[in-house]
């Protein structure tokens, strides 16, 4: 067969980036390799307030409406603390003339009995706040959670619920990754942040409403600057939202960076591929950068600007209200009351920018939430009711003048005038070259996609009208890459069983389908036997035993259709046939519809139809299309290598009886249980994380002048309003004097004062703002780096412990320095703010009145033990659920990335329910911290009462007794009651320090324990190519008792091409492990050009060794960009060169795009076939001194692997090959073959002299009728 006949015109599955918006209608898109956010998504409005709040229960509405009546009253509740505050200091203002009227006794009694009254009054609104607060948090905390993770599970629901065609245009890591970053952020927006916003606001509401009753004129003139603060907040969160909106859609990109390079960690390992993975990491992050900052500087100066027109108004109203009081038309106590008002209104003002923040980010996130969750698939696969149901199906199948396009690319026709017929229990073929449609048909007759031209009919009724869930369960699959879940073994089975989430088969049944799969006897050996976990993408087994389970998971589905799609690629000769008699067995009561490139396996079946650019050229049985001496004769002889008499032993089938084997129930066959993290997550505590998060601060190049500069800012901000207290209380005593021109020039002094605290109070918080948001998005981003580089460096076996699953190490990545970086610039600021303010005002205090300051210095300490107690028990939730998040972490993006497979199987109410099942355990864990917490939560706010209470009752007795004047009263307790209410203020945010606390620790030691591995330029590369093995005997790290080699020896000299030769999970791959150094032998000596691998760099020594894996793993960026991973600086020269080797050129010039066509996640927008040819190309582009083939042909038909092949032995002169292979014929012709059986070498030597030892070796090749 011609060049040009392997390479197909019409792409049996392909990604085109210009046709991207033709993908179906209810695709969203978010592809990661769209730059930016389209015009229409920017300029389209955020998510409303109430729709944020769209998927709550009735119950919780009521709850709502009850937290939302909490927050106001205890907003409402200062305006009240405001008015008995001004009658306090009414009692100053008056005493004078009270001691005038009616003497100095009558006066101080007087003055302790009207303390003694309001003081109890506080007392009460105390109590009161305490009941409030405490139900407003547990309200809120709770609600958002809850109704998190309801929209979390709709989200999820709705994701798997889609098609395939959603799929072609969304990526699965990129889905997963908004599932975590933006339903947190709708989480965060609408918790206790959506409560302190109603709060705060109410606040300032309540306190303008007591401000117009008291003295309407005065607070109308302070008022006239809101407008100018509403347009700027108006203004300002428009932009915030449109940058939020950028900013989430460029880190979900990087996240699903980061989610595929550790799905395909051991290829980057191989290639030295992390510096290429970190540069695409880099380019994706950077994208957002510019909003970022273009955020942090919009919010600095709105902020800052609101400041300056808030304080500014204070000063126009002193200055307006004095007037008021000297022309006769106001009194003292109103326009203090009114000054109070203003100023407690402001002071709520400045505690809300993180609460907006949030609340703008959770509208921008509740936008694309609600998108993925109102996208509707044609069919749903998770609805039982709909449709006829399939359960009594016999099985036939029936293509009527089928067409089919993929709906991203309708042009391009992948099958035309498509017919085929399968009774009942017929066993039909499909054959061809690989891109031919072979799968297409599979994928159809699944329904994952419908027909664009004619029907498919199974018994004689339309696919269309069946329920999807109930044909589903009655079709088993088996595919060529075999999908393992992060499970037991046990569970991987049992989900083939029909109908699983609501009937899960026995033990018994699960070991019967293991018995006829041939795996039965391996899996007794295992220490946990059927509950051993197999790891993520089944990690722990090798490629043959995860097809073997994968054989099990469809016998034990009982199908009346078995598809079977290259089912016994991974599996060595002598498992083939004993799992070909097995699927014989169990397809005896089916209709079996197979693709197979090995047509040893379908020559018994009734019809084989041979594919050839989406239709069909020939069809017959085995003989008759032998007899046509056509295509399929040629693939038959191919396959030989014989001329047409020898077709017949070509496929004489051996007696099984003669091959004795120890194969597949080896029990040193691969299996790795967990080991030891290097991450001690119960280590972690808040002191810990105190200093790690300073040692991040300062070992990560940030500028500590910013940190310097934002800090000032903070201190300024925070010494102002204290400072404020002085002037204030001036103020006071000039509102009651009876001099009018004194009055008068002492009113203005002091508001120009006030507007001065204005001006500067713009300039501190613009610095603060702005120096903070700056150095903690820095910091953000080279943490990010920082761990994302370390992860990369770390060992295999790292990754196959079950705890670093790519959902867990994803969100470790991603979501740790968000929490450091969202601490740093949000919640760290108004910490120094406040901590500046009790200073402040506590040495003002002390400075005019140390016997009041004594007294609230002394109760002070009950204030912080509430905050500390609360701070540790959020600290104790976050840990305590730290392990169902990384759960559900990994649950969903396992399920994301393998959707085919989740769809198959009709599990996708299986992984909805434990997706809610860690949900319910969460959120047990997090109420719980929750009710506690929200109890210190209480007492903080309204333990500032105490101060209250104790400074009021005893500034009177001061002032009672001459050792205090009411001046110096007045301006010791404005600015304790400063100090106390910024101590209030900080416990708000103190539940979101924890995360950033435990993050900073866990971070540390992760970056502080991370291998790094460096080139080193003093080594030499490897040179010639010599690669011997001697006495090497391996056990996996955590099972040392378990030897899987055992005293192997092995020798390759330059040019020499070897080869491993053995049963499914002898040890043949784990020798081309220990030669990539991907792990250590246990004994013995690997060496590479006469040096041990263990003193080669892994820069150098992987920089000259080539691998081309059985599961070839393909990025998601452009052909010519996988192909570039062998070798960053190739030309497009040298590209094609390596494409043309491979023989899939001609294949990527017919692609929509040619080399710059993206492929996919995983590549699945390309056949098996079209893969494994870009994955040789890729190690073909290195010019390796050494090249490692382990089953590199065995996803091709057996047309493209002959020419593959002699592009192999053409590229293998000059350098030194190392294939494994199942497959006999393609390593015939090596210089030296070695038989590997339980671990050992238990023959070697050439094919003719192998031949000639009748031992091993030749039982093989008679398996295979060579």
């Not at 709550?56 to 009240?80: D, H, M, P, Y």
């Not at 994208?287 to 919010?299: F, G, P, R, V």
């Not at 300062?698 to 309003?721: E, H, K, Q, R």
């Not at 600021?829 to 009145?849: D, E, L, N, Q, V």
Request: net charge neutral; glycine share 6%; aromatic share 10%.
């Amino acid at each position: 067969m011609n060049d040009k006949s392997l390479s197909t015109t019409k792409v049996e599955k392909i990604y085109h980036r210009d046709s991207f918006e033709k993908c179906s209608a209810n695709s969203i898109n978010i592809h990661p390799f769209k730059a930016s956010v389209t015009a229409d998504d920017i300029s389209e409005p955020p998510a409303s307030i109430s729709a944020l709040f769209l998927y709550c229960s009735k119950g919780e509405k009521i709850l709502l409406i009850l937290g939302l009546f909490l927050a106001s009253l205890s907003g409402l509740t200062q305006a009240v603390v405001t008015y008995f505050f001004s009658q306090y200091c009414l009692i100053f203002i008056d005493y004078d003339s009270v001691v005038k009227e009616d003497g100095l006794l009558f006066a101080n009694s007087n003055m302790v009995s009207k303390a003694r009254s309001i003081s109890l009054i506080f007392l009460w609104i105390g109590i009161f706040l305490f009941v409030v607060s405490y139900c407003q948090n547990v309200i809120f905390s709770a609600l958002s959670l809850r109704m998190s993770m309801r929209v979390k599970e709709l989200y999820y629901k709705s994701a798997i619920s889609q098609n395939m065609a959603f799929y072609d245009c969304n990526d699965p890591n990129l889905l997963f990754s908004k599932i975590s970053s933006e339903i947190s952020a709708l989480q965060d927006g609408t918790g206790v942040k959506f409560g302190y916003i109603l709060q705060f606001a109410f606040t300032f509401l309540g306190e303008v409403a007591l401000a117009l009753y008291m003295e309407y004129r005065m607070a109308l003139v302070a008022l006239s600057i809101l407008p100018f603060s509403s347009i700027i907040g108006y203004i300002m969160g428009r932009y915030l939202a449109k940058y939020d909106s950028l900013i989430q859609e460029s880190d979900s990109i990087t996240a699903s960076i980061i989610i595929e390079s550790i799905s395909y960690i051991k290829t980057v390992i191989s290639f030295n591929a992390q510096n290429i993975v970190l540069n695409r990491f880099r380019s994706s992050d950077l994208k957002s950068q510019n909003s970022e900052t273009l955020k942090i500087k919009t919010l600095s100066f709105g902020v800052s600007l609101i400041f300056f027109f808030t304080i500014s108004s204070y000063a126009l109203s002193l200055w307006y209200g004095a007037y008021l009081i000297r022309i006769g038309k106001s009194q003292p106590l109103n326009v203090l009351v009114v000054f109070f008002a203003l100023s407690i209104s402001g002071f709520s003002l400045s505690g809300i920018t993180p609460s907006i923040t949030a609340l703008s980010l959770a509208r921008s996130s509740a936008k694309k939430i609600y998108k993925i969750i109102d996208s509707k698939s044609s069919v749903d696969p998770m609805d039982s009711s709909k449709g006829i149901k399939a359960d009594h199906i016999k099985g036939k199948v029936k293509f009527i003048s089928v067409g089919f396009s993929y709906p991203n690319i309708p042009d391009s026709n992948i099958l035309s005038d498509f017919n085929l017929i399968a009774s009942p229990g017929q066993k039909i073929a499909l054959v061809g070259s690989s891109g031919s449609g072979k799968s297409t048909v599979l994928n159809l007759l699944q329904r994952f996609y419908d027909p664009t031209e004619g029907s498919i009919l199974i018994d004689d009724i339309d696919i269309k009208e069946y329920n999807i869930k109930s044909l589903r369960s009655q079709i088993g699959v088996v595919k060529q890459e075999p999908t393992m879940f992060n499970s037991s073994i046990f569970d991987n089975i049992a989900y083939g069983a029909s109908n699983y989430d609501t009937n899960i088969p026995s033990l018994e049944e699960v070991e019967n389908a293991c018995k006829i799969a041939n795996i039965h006897d391996f899996i007794s050996s295992l220490p946990n036997n059927y509950d051993t976990m197999v790891g993520e993408k089944g990690a722990q087994l090798s490629g043959g035993q995860k097809q073997r389970i994968a054989i099990a998971r469809a016998i034990i589905r009982n199908p009346k259709i078995l598809i079977l799609d290259e089912a016994t690629s991974a599996l060595d000769s002598h498992s083939e046939n004993l799992v070909q008699e097995a699927i014989d067995n169990c397809s005896q009561k089916c209709t079996v519809i197979a693709v197979s490139h090995r047509l040893s396996t379908i020559k018994e079946f009734d019809n084989i139809y041979v594919l050839s650019h989406g239709s069909i050229i020939e069809n017959g049985t085995h003989k008759n299309l032998i007899s046509l001496n056509s295509v399929y004769s040629d693939l038959v002889f191919s396959q030989s290598g014989e001329p047409e008499n020898r077709t017949t032993k070509f496929f004489k089938k051996p007696d099984l009886s003669d091959v004795v084997l120890k194969g597949s129930s080896n029990s040193s066959e691969k299996f790795h249980s967990t080991v030891p993290a290097f991450i001690g997550e119960n280590n972690l505590n808040e002191k810990r994380g105190i200093w790690s998060f300073i040692f991040l601060i300062f070992s990560n190049g940030i500028s500590v002048p910013y940190i310097l500069l934002g800090s000032a800012g903070a201190i300024i901000d925070g010494s102002l309003f204290p400072i404020f207290s002085i002037f204030f209380a001036k103020m006071i005593i000039v509102l009651g004097e009876l001099d009018i021109s004194k009055q008068r020039k002492n009113s203005n002094l002091y508001s120009i004062l006030v507007f001065f605290i204005a001006v500067l109070t713009f300039f501190s918080v613009l610095i603060k703002t702005y120096f903070f948001g700056i150095s903690f998005q820095n910091l953000c981003k080279k943490l990010k780096l920082s761990i994302f580089k370390s992860v990369l460096n770390q060992k295999c076996q790292f990754f196959d412990r079950q705890e670093n699953g790519t959902g867990t190490l994803s969100l470790k990545i991603t979501s740790e320095p968000g929490n450091i970086s969202s601490f740093g610039s949000d919640t760290l600021p108004m910490i120094i703010t406040s901590i500046s303010s009790i200073i402040t005002g506590m040495a003002i205090g002390f400075y005019k009145s140390w016997r009041l300051t004594l007294i609230a210095i002394a109760l002070l300490p009950f204030m912080l033990f509430s905050e500390s107690v609360q701070s540790k028990i959020h600290a104790g939730a976050t840990k305590s659920g730290k392990k169902d998040t990384e759960k559900i972490s990994n649950l969903i993006s396992e399920s994301l990335q393998n959707i085919q497979t989740v769809s198959s199987l009709s599990i996708e109410n299986t992984f909805l329910g434990l997706l809610k099942d860690s949900n319910k355990r969460l959120y047990k864990f997090l109420l719980r911290g929750y009710l506690i917490g929200s109890i210190s939560y209480g007492f903080s706010q309204s333990s500032v009462f105490m101060v209250y209470i104790a400074m009021f009752y005893a500034g009177a007795i001061f002032i009672s007794k001459g050792v205090l004047t009411s001046e110096s009263m007045f301006n010791a307790l404005y600015a304790i009651v400063l100090a106390t209410v910024a101590v209030g203020r900080t416990s708000q945010f103190l539940p979101f320090m924890p995360k950033a606390l435990l993050a900073s620790a866990s971070i540390n030691e992760m970056l502080c324990n991370s291998p790094v591995s460096k080139p080193d330029n003093n080594q030499p590369a490897v040179r010639n190519g010599f690669v011997s093995g001697s006495q090497i005997e391996f056990s996996y790290p955590n099972r040392p008792e378990v030897k899987t080699l055992k005293k192997v020896t092995f020798l390759a000299k330059p040019g020499q091409k070897i080869a491993f030769v053995g049963n499914s999970g002898s040890g043949k791959s784990t020798i081309v492990s220990l030669i990539l150094k991907l792990y250590k032998a246990t004994d013995g000596i690997i060496e590479v050009d006469c040096m041990d691998v263990n003193d080669w760099g892994d820069y150098e020594l992987r920089n000259t060794i080539s691998i081309v894996s059985q599961e070839p793993c393909l990025f998601n960026v452009s052909v010519c960009d996988n192909i570039k991973f062998g070798n960053p600086k190739a030309t497009q020269y040298e590209i094609e060169l390596a494409a043309t080797r491979a023989n899939i050129h001609k294949t990527i010039l017919d692609l929509p795009d040619g080399y710059n066509t993206i492929v996919g996640s995983n590549g699945d927008k390309l056949s098996g076939g079209q893969k494994q040819r870009i994955a040789i190309a890729r190690s073909i582009i290195s010019n390796p001194k050494v090249l490692l083939l382990d089953e590199a042909t065995s996803a091709l038909d057996y047309s493209s692997e002959n020419l593959v092949q002699n592009s192999l032995d053409s590229a293998s002169q000059g350098r030194t090959t190392i294939v494994v292979s199942h497959r006999i014929s393609t390593i015939m012709n090596s210089d030296m073959i070695y038989v590997i059986d339980d671990g050992m070498v238990v023959e070697q030597g050439k094919h003719h002299e192998l031949l000639n030892l009748n031992g091993t070796y030749k039982r093989l090749v008679l398996l295979q009728n060579l």
